[in-house]
């Protein structure tokens, strides 16, 4: 169980003695002088009943997740190329890994504190399209959209092209399973799914 520290703006809040939130996301609040009662975290916050959440160590997680696209911009390193000074094709997963991170922090989270809260994603499959070389030094442009989230994956696209001409140079998908702490498989935490896909969940 994690424990969280919570702003209440209900009147009752004053009779509550404990919240704690499990690794699913339902809350459980006991009550000086009735029992506990369990709640889906989703839920209070729509509610408005929880305004704030604070977690000590750890970011806090949006309500929903609202961008789905972002953009970074890379310099390739020397160390990133060959002799010829073109970009080694074994750079690119971790590029998308660096789209994938900054979107997520893009939306008010960072993939340390998914962990600290028993979400792991492990990459189940992976394509890349080379269309052109790209150089040392090269300003690069890398777009990372979420494709789509279903109970228990993550999909993603990735545009990387040249800012000097808007030339495409690589293209490529990724699915990233949830898993928890032991490698089995687990859902996706509720607030990473897009707001527009919210009714598929209930």
Same mark, same amino acid.
């Not at 009147?11 to 509550?16: C, E, K, M, P």
């Given at each position: 169980?994690?424990?969280?520290?919570?702003? !209440? %703006?209900? &009147?009752?809040?004053?009779?509550?003695?404990?919240?704690?939130?499990?690794?699913?996301? $339902? =809350? @459980?609040?006991?009550?000086?002088?009735?029992?506990?009662?369990?709640?889906?975290?989703?839920?209070?916050?729509?509610?408005?009943?929880?305004?704030?959440?604070?977690?000590?160590?750890?970011?806090?997680?949006?309500?929903?997740?609202?961008?789905?696209?972002?953009?970074?911009?890379?310099?390739?390193?020397?160390?990133?190329?060959?002799?010829?000074?073109?970009?080694?094709?074994?750079?690119?997963?971790?590029?998308?890994?660096?789209?994938?991170?900054? !979107? %997520?922090? &893009?939306?008010?989270?960072?993939?340390?504190?998914?962990?600290?809260?028993?979400?792991? $994603? =492990? @990459?189940?499959?992976?394509?890349?399209?080379?269309?052109?070389?790209?150089?040392?030094?090269?300003?690069?442009?890398?777009?990372?959209?979420?494709?789509?989230?279903?109970?228990?994956?993550?999909?993603?696209?990735?545009?990387?092209?040249?800012?000097?001409?808007?030339?495409?140079?690589?293209?490529?998908?990724?699915?990233?399973?949830?898993?928890?702490?032991?490698?089995?498989?687990?859902?996706?935490?509720?607030?990473?799914?897009?707001?527009?896909?919210?009714?598929?969940?209930?």
């Amino acid at each position: 169980m994690l424990n969280f520290q919570y702003y !209440l %703006l209900f &009147a009752g809040a004053v009779g509550i003695a404990e919240v704690v939130v499990s690794q699913d996301l $339902f =809350v @459980v609040m006991r009550f000086f002088r009735a029992k506990s009662c369990k709640y889906r975290l989703s839920e209070l916050a729509e509610a408005g009943i929880i305004s704030q959440m604070k977690v000590t160590g750890r970011m806090d997680f949006p309500q929903r997740v609202t961008v789905q696209s972002h953009t970074i911009e890379i310099r390739p390193r020397y160390a990133e190329t060959d002799q010829a000074g073109v970009v080694h094709h074994s750079v690119y997963p971790v590029w998308f890994e660096m789209g994938r991170t900054e !979107l %997520l922090r &893009a939306n008010g989270m960072a993939y340390k504190d998914l962990e600290a809260a028993g979400f792991f $994603f =492990v @990459v189940a499959e992976l394509r890349i399209k080379y269309r052109r070389a790209a150089l040392y030094d090269d300003e690069l442009q890398l777009q990372t959209s979420c494709s789509a989230v279903t109970a228990s994956k993550v999909e993603h696209i990735y545009r990387l092209t040249r800012l000097a001409d808007g030339v495409l140079l690589a293209e490529g998908s990724s699915i990233l399973a949830c898993v928890d702490g032991e490698g089995k498989i687990r859902r996706v935490p509720e607030f990473m799914y897009p707001a527009e896909t919210k009714e598929s969940l209930v």
